[in-house]
Nanobody
Framework: QVQFVESGGGLVQPGGSLRLSCAAS????????MSWYRQAPGAEREFVAR????????DYADSVKGRFTISRDNNKKMIFLQMNNLKPEDTAVYYC???????WGQGTQVTVDS
């Protein structure tokens, strides 16, 4: 059974940082690309970042480029999202996903507010 468990969210002031983690299970992790998505209140879920199976290729939404960094640890079957210089518009529930599967995790809430 494919599962994703996100953690690391919280309340942070503008300009602050958070590091999100995602633990994956139920599939062969090391060969598959993984992505982060987010969904703000009243908005559609949107793409944030993607990393290929090797960790060498990374892609980002324009809105987070230069502030967020995606990474992975294939031994631990985890991906991470380092978020720096957070802005109020980054407030959302963050999800990790492998697009080859339909499963979603429960997400982790990030709130950026002074």
């Amino acid at each position: 059974q494919v599962q994703f468990v996100e953690s690391g969210g919280g309340l942070v002031q503008p300009g602050g940082s958070l590091r999100l983690s995602c633990a994956a299970s139920g599939f062969i992790f090391g060969v598959r690309a993984m992505s982060w998505y987010r969904q703000a209140p009243g908005a559609e879920r949107e793409f944030v970042a993607r990393i290929d199976g090797t960790g060498r290729r990374k892609d980002y939404a324009d809105s987070v480029k230069g502030r967020f960094t995606i990474s992975r640890d294939n031994n631990k079957k985890m991906i991470f999202l380092q978020m720096n210089n957070l802005k109020p518009e980054d407030t959302a529930v963050y999800y990790c996903k492998c697009n080859e599967y339909t499963a979603w995790g429960q997400g982790t809430q990030v709130t950026v507010d002074s």
